[in-house]
């Protein structure tokens, strides 16, 4: 079944862990979003990224970086994590056939740094 | 620039009742407008898009949206309210051209009383 996957749904770390939070989607999309979504609900785009190669920054500064190797897969990795890190990650796909196509979500990574 | 404005927080709506979600938009040209649905721990869903066309959109679960070039509004509406829809409501729009860049609302927290 065509869907969106991230794991792990739940992270505890300490502070200076390197973390990689994993997406993959089954759907053949070449649009992938990461979202960071703070407790009071906002969404911020960080990564974006068109096709395989193809990554940038969105429009919440971050200290994340992405890769994009696959269609299928768009991980994020935290190299140094921090308590101000914490939060929730939202990561999405979009088919690029038309400029006005629905973004599908995965369930999200919930990231705690102590 | 575009933007979008949700301006209420919470609305809170006794079940069986209409229930109405506020959106309003401003974007350069004619927008691409979204409505997503977040339940507890999950990542979002699509509940409907207006593109063209008829200005009145049928979504999942019963939901609609009128779509107001006039008053830049594209308010979520349902004629009865269930518990069940007790949710995080986000509206999105997207402006024709370009990077076809998508802009979420803040988010409207739905509390449907039994």
């Known amino acids: 079944e065509a869907d969106i996957y991230q794991t792990p749904r739940y992270l505890v770390i300490g502070t200076g862990k390197k973390i990689t939070l994993e997406c993959s989607q089954t759907?053949?999309?070449?649009?992938m979003y990461w979202y960071q979504q703070d407790p009071g609900m906002e969404l911020h785009l960080i990564h974006y990224?068109?096709?395989?190669?193809?990554?940038e920054k969105g429009d919440l500064s971050s200290e994340s970086t992405v890769s994009r190797i696959r269609t299928e897969h768009f991980p994020l990795t935290l190299e140094s994590a921090r308590p101000s890190h914490t939060s929730q990650y939202l990561c999405?796909?979009?088919?690029?056939?038309?400029?006005?196509?629905?973004?599908?979500f995965g369930p999200g990574t919930r990231l705690t740094v102590l | 620039a575009q933007s979008v404005a949700q301006p209420e927080d919470q609305v809170n709506v006794a079940e069986g009742n209409p229930l109405t979600v506020k959106c309003t938009y401003s974007?350069?040209?004619?927008?691409?407008l979204f409505w997503y649905v977040q339940y507890p721990n999950r990542g979002l869903q699509f509940l409907l898009k207006y593109i063209t066309g008829d200005n009145l959109v049928k979504g999942s679960y019963g939901f609609e949206a009128e779509f107001n070039k006039s008053q830049t509004s594209f308010h979520l509406k349902k004629p009865s309210a269930l518990v069940s829809d007790s949710a995080l409501y986000f509206c999105?729009?997207?402006?024709?051209?370009?990077?076809?860049?998508?802009?979420f609302g803040t988010g409207t927290k739905l509390q449907v009383i039994p």
């Open positions: 999105a729009v997207i402006a024709p051209g370009g990077y076809q860049k998508v802009t």
């Open positions: 759907m053949g999309h070449d649009k």
């Open positions: 974007v350069s040209g004619n927008p691409y």
């Open positions: 999405a796909s979009s088919d690029s056939e038309s400029s006005y196509n629905e973004q599908f």
């Open positions: 990224s068109y096709g395989v190669n193809s990554t």
